[in-house]
């Protein structure tokens, strides 16, 4: 998977034990992908903390610092995603206690279509592991979690 980066180092979390902050951006006001999302997580076992849509990144970093979640995703489907998310994930990751929880983006994060302008590269360089734009599919989002551990930002 090249949408992938190296999965940090941890206490496995085959069976579902992760925490999970599960969000939107401020700028989109979809909640169906989020709810999708929950539960396809929780069917993997995860405990899921779902911020909701229209989360203001004030909202997102608060919530991130008090529940120091193994795993962050990122939703998004209103085409706004790559400038949100990158503008989201610079600020999670200047936290030293954010720096280095997995955050991962997907959904339409662009109007030109699925890495059409770079963006996925941009996304990952800017500090999150993982991208699955809207052509990447379910499975490869399933298998990064399903390779992850928890524990890693303490």
């Known amino acids: 998977m090249d949408h992938v980066a190296a999965v940090p180092a941890g206490r496995a979390a085959g069976n579902g034990d992760l925490t999970v902050l599960l969000t939107?951006?401020?700028?989109?006001?979809?909640?169906w992908n989020l709810v999708f999302l929950q539960?396809?997580?929780?069917?993997?076992?995860?405990?899921?903390?779902?911020?909701?849509?229209?989360?203001?990144?004030?909202?997102l970093i608060a919530e991130s610092e008090r529940l120091?979640?193994?795993?962050?995703?990122?939703?998004?489907?209103?085409?706004?995603?790559?400038?949100?998310?990158?503008?989201?994930?610079?600020q999670l990751r200047e936290r030293a206690g954010l720096a280095q929880v997995p955050a991962v983006i997907g959904g339409k994060l662009g109007i030109d279509g699925p890495g059409s302008d770079g963006?996925?590269?941009?996304?990952?360089?800017?500090?999150?592991?993982?991208?699955?734009?809207?052509?990447?599919?379910?499975?490869?989002?399933?298998?990064?979690?399903?390779?992850?551990?928890?524990?890693?930002?303490?």
Not at 39 to 59: F, I, S, T
Not at 73 to 86: A, E, I, K, R
Not at 123 to 142: H, I, K, P, R
Request: glycine fraction near 10%.
């Open 39 to 59: 539960l396809v997580l929780e069917e993997l076992g995860h405990q899921v903390h779902n911020l909701g849509a229209c989360v203001p990144d004030e909202l």
């Open 68 to 90: 120091q979640p193994d795993l962050i995703v990122v939703s998004t489907v209103n085409g706004h995603g790559f400038h949100d998310g990158l503008r989201v994930i610079t």
């Open 119 to 154: 963006s996925r590269a941009r996304l990952m360089s800017a500090g999150f592991d993982a991208v699955f734009d809207d052509g990447t599919g379910l499975t490869a989002f399933q298998s990064f979690v399903r390779q992850l551990t928890t524990g890693v930002a303490s």
């Open 24 to 31: 939107s951006v401020s700028s989109d006001s979809h909640t």
